[in-house]
């Protein structure tokens, strides 16, 4: 079993920076993929940013050179640095990883329990 913890979420001003991190816990695993998705009220969840265990990264066209995916795989941690906010990137946000279990060679897609972001005047 393995868990997800976000954390970073919150209330900023257009223009502000917010940083999300998720960090993965458990025993005997092994991650692949990191990203993060966000989901706006009404609308569906969608791809935001993701970065593989070699370090190839993609983004939404939205937030290209405005946010910057970063992981610590000793830590199994994955960051999302979230510069130049606009209303527009109000959501929650959830981080998924896609995990190998190293007893059963299974592979198994979690997500985290997800952060509010909230970028208002």
């Known amino acids: 079993q393995v868990q997800l913890v976000e954390s970073g979420g919150g209330l900023v001003q257009p223009g502000g920076s917010l940083r999300l991190s998720c960090a993965a816990s458990g025993r005997a695993f092994s991650i692949n993929a990191m990203g993060w998705y966000r989901q706006a009220p009404g609308k569906q969840r969608d791809l935001v940013a993701i970065?593989?265990?070699?370090?190839?990264?993609n983004y939404e066209d939205s937030v290209k050179g405005r946010f910057t995916i970063s992981r610590d795989n000793a830590k199994n941690t994955v960051y999302l640095q979230m510069n130049s906010l606009k209303p527009e990137d109000t959501a929650v946000y959830y981080c998924k990883a896609d995990i190998m279990s190293l007893t059963t060679r299974v592979n198994y897609r979690y997500w985290g329990q997800g952060t509010q972001v909230t970028v208002s005047s």
């Open positions: 970065i593989t265990s070699g370090g190839s990264i």
